[in-house]
Structures are given as C-alpha cells and as structure tokens.
C-alpha cells in the first residue's frame, strides 16, 4: 500500500463518523415541521446571507387592507424574537429614523438602527440571544404603494419579490462593501400586511465620517448594478432612475462622533485583501500560490489545444459552465472577471498529472462573450 | 416537502448529515443544532432541490452555509464548551463495540483522537471538503457540484487537507 492509499484509509477510519442523530432530535424537526404547515400568522423567518427565499408562483387574490399603522424597532425584534434587541432599540445608542420613500410598487421606511459599545451591557445572560457591540441592526419595512398587504411570509407568494437591503459607504465600491461581504444577515417578519425586514452586518459606525447610505432595491436579493450607479471619481453611489423595479438610497443619520477612522481603514484591508493574500500564514499554502504563479508565467509558452477553445454556456443561475475532456467547471462569471474587465481572467485553474501541466484559462471579448480554453504546459 | 418526504430524507440521509455537523460543529450542543437549522431551512428550500439528484448534497450544502453564517455563535460556544467533554463524546460516539472490524482495531484511539484534532484544526477551505469526503462519504464529483469547484480543485483541496494533517502530526509526534 503506497503513503496515499495508507492515509486514506487511516482518514477514512479516523473520520467517518459513528455518531448518530438522536430520535428526539429528529422527531424534533418533524413536529417543527408539522407545527409549520399548520401555522398562520407571525411567522420568523431568519433567512441566511446567499440563501434565497422560496418562489413559487401561486397567484392569489389578496383583499385585506394593510394597516396604515407602523410597529416600532422595538416590536418588530420582539416579534422576530430577538428580546436582547428589542431593549437596544429602546437604548440610547438607537437612533429613531422613521425616513418612508417610495419606489417602484412599494414604500419604504426606515425605522430605526443601532450599533455601538452601548450593546455589550445587555448581553449579560442569555447566549442564545446576543447581540454583538461591534455589529449595525436597523429595521426597515417594506409596504404596497396601493395599500394592498404584502404576502406573509407562510403565503407562498411570499419572496416571490426578493428585495436587496444593505448599508453604502461612500467612496468605497458597492458591490465590495455591502451587507453581504460585511458579514451581514437578516430576519424577516410580516405584520399586518406590511414585510418588516431587521438587517445586521458588522458596524457601519466607524464610517460615519466618510457618509453611509442604506441602499434599497428590488427584483434581486443581491447588489445589483442595473439598480446603483456609482461615480469612481465622486465616490457617489446614487440610485437608477430608469430602474426597472425599486431602487433608493437613504442616508444613515450616524453620529460623526463615533466614526473611527483607524478602525475602519483595517477593517477594509481585511475586507478587500485578495484572498490569496490572506493565506500566506500557511507555509503550505504559501508555497501552493507561488506554485500557481510560476505555472502562470508558464502559460505564454503553452499551446493552445484548439479543440478547447469553446464559448462558455450558462445556467438558470447565471453561472458559466465550460466542459472539455476531464474538465467541467461551473462557476459565476464574477469569480474570473471584475466589472467592465475584458481579456484574459486572472484565475487560471490548472491539472496535473505525472508532471504534466494543463491550464484552463478563460477570456472576456468587449461583447461579453465569454470563451474557455486549455492550454498544454509543455 | 410533505412530512413523509421529510421522515425519508432523516432517514436516508440524517446520518450522515449528522456525522458531517457533528465533526464542523465539534460538539453535540452544537452539532444538534446545526442539524436541526439544516432540515428546517431544507423544509423551506425544497422545492430548489432535486430529489433525483442529490438530495446529501443538498443538505451539506445548507449545514455549510448555515455554519458560515452562525460561526460567531459557534465560535463563542466552542470557547465555553469544555474540550474534556468533546473528546470524552467523540471517543464514546466513534467506537461502537459492535462495529469493532479488522480496519478499526488497526487504528489505535490514540492516533484516532490525534487525526481528528489535526482535521479540526485546517482551514475550512480544507476542512470542509476533507469532511465531506471523509465523514460525510461524498464522491469528488458530489463535492464539486456542492462547493461550485472543479474535480480537480476537490482532489488538491483533499491533498493539501492530507499534507497539512501530516505535517501537524509530525510535528506533534516528535
């Protein structure tokens, strides 16, 4: 037995895993399930960062007014069950706003945030619950123009409208900075006919000097530029106006006091650091990306094997598919290329085998076409 | 997903679901927990899944997000979970008297216990794959389908994981 077919086995054995689902556990999750189908109203829905919410499209003819009357922050957490939350809406850190425009279809509100040292004193005893001093929490409602509620979130028509809520910082490039690279997450709930959505990602308070916006659109979970435009030179993110859908942009009311400018400036580096950069700790992986880049340089002296060269295809998620030979690679086409890049892609994957090295490469045309390519490191 | 459909997929695939969360989380606490958001997010995800196709896949895909999101409070948990009770679950859950084959008794406890301390501590970019395959008995293609990577990366991910546990071990074993 050669060291690789040892190790696997060894691995196989060390980690395979003998522990098993308690019953309870899973009897648990059928009644919650079971509980679930039967449930009405006041639903929490935690939706994680990059899971969608269901679509399914079901018309239903809706005839319940919504209320005019909004809840508070403070309600809303209690109702999403965050309770620690709730009593930091009502802290002196908490920043009442209560700023509606409407967009598109919809109106939107934004009722109140909250960030700061302030938070760490009500963490005192319930883990489950905590509230994290150096993380932002607003809550923001979404409610029909017409009056007409918004599905709850047991209705199946519910998320059949995905919305993208996240802070801007101004000068920085959206579509770095958002609440999803910010670590960001949110819950959502809908009451009475109107979808309240609390959204968290880590402090946008150490960025109160430079300006920070909360960004609204909809027609995608996701930042979307067809929705934003921002100005490289300004530093300005402003809404589309010929948007197809809702798109605004608030600014966050932050105390400038609190900005931290040292704070923040090492936070984007960690933020914005390439990935590759935040491995070299690891002498293993260093020396992997040193690997990469010697085969990279590489490259210019391969030969192109012509019958690799194809046009990408793309799937129902909008990622490229590329298959030739051993190789079948599904990935989103912003992993190869950033915004308005054109030419060769950064990212080259190579194989090897006894020696030999291939390297697939992929190259953007100013009409956008993608085309994938393996090239014979001889 | 109906709850006989549910009661299906616990059955099939709750195991090794289970024995997946169980060696991220590295604790029970949180392993159940883990666990338990992952079917009641699957409930919600459903009908994005293909029930033909791979249906684990599917659900270590939602325990990995899941865990990505949640690793704050993991990571607070796991600094007052006490270490003792860790191994004292892993050495009871990873030994079933009855399963005592051949292959089992060639590993000692002790350099079980040391294999799984040096898988604990790679990188989850490493990690995650080696438990996949590992624990969770996923093929290459599955993992790749599952992470959006190539074959090809799976298999140097599995070889770096391997490289990388070695070295750990060496340097503890001198």
Redesign the interface.
């Known amino acids: 037995m050669n060291d690789?077919e040892k190790?696997d086995?060894?691995?196989?054995?060390?980690?395979?895993?003998?522990?098993?689902?308690?019953e309870k556990?899973?009897q648990?999750?059928?009644n919650?399930?079971?509980e679930?189908?039967s449930m009405k109203r006041v639903h929490k829905?935690r939706i994680?960062?990059?899971?969608?919410?269901?679509?399914?499209t079901l018309v239903m003819s809706v005839t319940a007014i919504a209320a005019t009357q909004f809840f508070s922050s403070k309600q809303v957490a209690v109702h999403l069950g965050e309770q620690i939350l709730a009593k930091a809406f009502e802290s002196s850190d908490a920043i009442e706003v209560n700023q509606s425009v409407a967009s598109g279809d919809y109106k939107f509100t934004l009722h109140g945030i909250v960030s700061g040292a302030g938070l760490k004193e009500l963490n005192s005893s319930s883990?489950a619950n905590?509230i994290?001093p150096d993380r932002t929490y607003a809550v923001v409602s979404i409610a029909r123009q017409d009056g007409s509620p918004m599905p709850n979130t047991s209705d199946p028509a519910y998320g059949e409208e995905p919305f993208f809520i996240s802070p801007f910082i101004k000068g920085l490039k959206p579509w770095q900075v958002n609440i999803f690279t910010m670590k960001g997450?949110y819950s959502e709930t809908v009451l009475d006919g109107i979808q309240y959505r609390l959204i968290e990602c880590d402090g946008v308070e150490m960025f109160a000097d430079r300006g920070v916006y909360l960004a609204i659109s909809s027609g995608s979970p996701f930042y979307n530029s067809d929705a934003f435009a921002y100005n490289e030179s300004t530093g300005e993110v402003s809404a589309k106006s010929d948007y197809d859908g809702a798109a605004v942009l608030l600014d966050l009311p932050l105390d400038k006091a609190k900005a931290d400018p040292v704070k923040a400036e090492a936070y984007l580096q960690e933020l914005l650091k390439e990935p590759a950069a935040s491995?070299n700790a690891?002498p293993?992986?260093a020396e992997?990306v040193k690997q990469i880049e010697d085969l990279k340089k590489r490259l210019a002296d391969g030969k192109v094997l012509p019958e690799s060269v194809k046009e990408v295809t793309y799937d129902k998620e909008g990622?490229i598919n590329y298959e030739y030979n051993?190789?079948?690679?599904?990935?989103?086409p912003e992993m190869l290329f950033a915004e308005g890049q054109t030419g060769f892609s950064d990212a080259v994957?190579?194989?090897e085998s006894d020696g030999h090295y291939l390297g697939?490469q992929f190259h953007k045309d100013e009409k956008g076409v993608i085309t994938g390519r393996v090239i014979d490191l001889e | 997903?109906d709850?006989d459909e549910?009661?299906n997929l616990?059955k099939t695939h709750?195991?090794?679901l289970?024995?997946?969360c169980?060696?991220l989380a590295g604790n029970k606490e949180d392993?159940?927990d883990l666990?338990?958001e992952t079917?009641?997010?699957a409930?919600?995800?459903i009908?994005?899944m293909d029930t033909n196709q791979n249906p684990k896949g599917f659900l270590i895909s939602?325990a990995i997000?899941?865990r990505k999101?949640n690793r704050?409070?993991f990571a607070?948990?796991q600094r007052?979970a006490p270490t003792a009770e860790l191994n004292e679950a892993v050495d009871k859950?990873?030994?079933?008297e009855t399963?005592a084959t051949p292959?089992?008794v060639?590993?000692s406890l002790e350099?079980?216990d040391t294999?799984?301390a040096a898988?604990d501590r790679l990188?989850d970019k490493l990690k995650i794959p080696?438990?996949m395959h590992?624990?969770?008995?996923m093929s290459i293609e599955e993992i790749?389908?599952v992470l959006?990577?190539?074959?090809?990366?799976v298999k140097s991910r599995l070889f770096?994981a391997?490289?990388?546990m070695?070295?750990l071990l060496e340097v503890e074993s001198t």
């Open positions: 690789s190790w086995r060894m691995l196989k054995q060390a980690l395979a895993s003998g522990v098993e689902p308690e556990l899973n648990g999750i059928i919650h399930a079971k679930r189908n829905k994680s960062v990059g899971v969608l919410v269901a679509v399914l883990p905590e994290h997450g491995t690891d293993a992986e992997l990622r051993d190789w079948n690679v599904k990935l989103s994957q190579f194989s697939l | 997903m709850i549910l009661t616990i709750g195991k090794a289970y024995g997946f169980y060696r392993a159940d666990y338990q079917f009641l997010k409930i919600e995800l009908h994005k939602i997000r899941l999101n704050r409070k607070w948990r007052i859950a990873s030994l079933p399963e292959e089992n060639v590993l350099l079980r294999i799984q898988a990188e080696l438990y590992y624990t969770a008995e790749a389908s959006s990577i190539p074959p090809g990366t770096k391997r490289r990388n070695k070295k």
